[in-house]
């Protein structure tokens, strides 16, 4: 355009997980998923998933969670999406608070989360390269290839040189 701007786009932050991770860094994993009620650019929305991965643990960590259900505009939303899931006969997995399905979309609807299996790290690494302009952050346990990834747990916690977006609102001030 004529004149320079910042304008942000909506991205999400993704979690990768390889199925031998503790209950503590599972219930960490929670704050990355329930903080601002999911509502923030960090928030995970996407679960990358080793194929044959066992929920079980993971369901029964976020329902520590299980108090968010209390707040009447979230519960709306679970029923909602709850509703809608079985409505339309989609597979989903339910602990109460916090329904998974399979989606690509990396945006889920509030008191969702969306979940994807990967074979290995290489092609999960291709896989999320290629939509590299759509993460926000990426949180896990292992390093990943060409990312930086945050523990289980710190989506929320940026340092002063984690820019949204990558852009440096100071910087770019400082050259209009």
């Known amino acids: 355009g004529k004149y320079p ?17 503790t209950l503590a860094e599972l219930y960490a994993l929670g704050r990355d998923i329930f903080s601002y009620f999911g509502l923030g650019c960090r928030n995970v929305t996407k679960l990358y998933l080793p194929e044959g991965y066992d ?41 109460g608070c916090l329904l998974l399905r ?11 989360v969306h979940y994807g299996f990967y074979t290995d790290r290489v092609q999960l690494v291709t896989q999320l390269d290629s939509i590299r302009d759509q993460i926000q952050c990426v949180v896990g346990r292992e ?10 747990g710190k989506s929320q916690e940026p340092g002063l040189t984690d820019y949204p977006d990558g852009v440096d609102v100071m910087e770019f001030l400082t050259k209009l």
């Open 5 to 21: 701007n910042i304008i942000r786009r909506n991205r999400n932050g993704v979690a990768v997980l390889d199925g031998s991770e």
């Open 143 to 152: 390093p990943l290839s060409g990312f930086q990834v945050l523990p289980f």
């Open 55 to 95: 929920f079980t643990p993971l369901l029964e960590a976020l329902h520590e969670y299980r108090e968010i259900i209390h707040h009447d505009k979230y519960k709306n939303n679970f029923d909602y999406n709850l509703t809608l899931y079985i409505l339309n006969n989609e597979p989903y997995r339910n602990n």
């Open 102 to 112: 399979e989606d690509p979309s990396l945006q889920a609807r509030i008191a969702s």
